[in-house]
């Protein structure tokens, strides 16, 4: 993308497909040329929208830009190979401008004034809804990995705030039942992190009154490249993990039938979903 991280889609699994059909015939596979022309229209229309998105949206704020940067630079793989990191990192984990930026005016929209994120990964999510909470704001930031902690740290304190930051470095399942016997209530979460984990993550916020009544929490991938409503994706796309895939299914039944909430998926990027608590 333009900010330097690439993004991960169930629109870009269909351009893959398509794009893989579109090979096929120029190698004397058979298609009239309306067909062709019908698929080369589709693989347009498929590749296009996102990069159409961020044209006609907000660009990355100010205070974004330095950690995107450091993001796309950074040698994750390296990092993997000396031992640094617990996980091998991606960039394209990271949120760009266009999620950012939506994260932010969702903070906004919500007045909150405290807030919690589960999964901070590079933190360019983290300092836009920081920057969106008033001066007496706090955001929780949990992440597992220790490398990232030690990753955004200097960024945070040149963003002017870091001192609304509050990063917990531990498994998010504990830091949540910590957090819930701190006393702790949020206006607005943000779950971003290992998908399997989603569910339990939920089950937490739910049981320990973490969110506010009225409160939103969001949930980033709940379309997880599209295996929700087309599974038979994890058999023709080496990327996706069929784990991940049954896990944001699951995630997304449960949720959906729990009457304590009021809920609304949207198609963004790969997905993301509003979960407002009724109680």
Not at 59 to 78: R, V
Not at 217 to 226: C, F, S
């Amino acid at each position: 993308m333009s900010d330097g991280i690439p993004a991960e889609t169930p629109l870009l699994s269909a351009s893959k497909l398509l794009a893989s059909i579109l090979s096929s015939s120029s190698e004397g596979q058979p298609l009239s040329s309306s067909s062709l022309a019908k698929l080369k229209l589709a693989h347009k229309l498929l590749s296009n929208l996102d990069p159409y998105l961020d044209e006609v949206s907000s660009k990355a704020p100010e205070i974004q830009k330095p950690l995107l940067k450091a993001t796309a630079e950074n040698d994750w793989e390296g990092a993997w190979k000396r031992g640094e990191t617990m996980f091998q990192l991606t960039p394209a984990w990271s949120a760009g401008a266009y999620e950012g930026n939506f994260v932010g005016m969702m903070t906004r929209i919500m007045n909150a004034k405290n807030a919690l994120e589960v999964g901070m990964f590079t933190g360019t999510t983290t300092v836009c809804i920081a920057s969106s909470l008033p001066k007496d704001g706090k955001v929780i930031a949990l992440e597992i990995d220790p490398y990232l902690a030690n990753f955004v740290k200097p960024h945070f304190d040149a963003s002017g705030h870091g001192d609304k930051i509050d990063v917990r470095v531990g498994g998010a399942a504990e830091s949540l039942v910590k957090i819930g016997e701190e006393g702790h209530q949020f206006e607005i979460i943000f779950i971003d992190a290992d998908k399997p984990g989603y569910l339990s993550y939920y089950k937490t916020i739910m049981e320990k009154n973490l969110l506010k009544k009225g409160g939103l929490l969001v949930v980033d991938n709940t379309l997880y490249k599209g295996s929700p409503f087309a599974p038979e994706i994890v058999d023709f796309d080496d990327e996706i993990s069929k784990p991940n895939a049954d896990a944001i299914t699951e995630f997304n039944k449960v949720v959906a039938a729990d009457e304590r909430v009021e809920v609304v998926l949207l198609p963004l990027r790969d997905g993301v979903t509003f979960i407002m608590n009724k109680e």
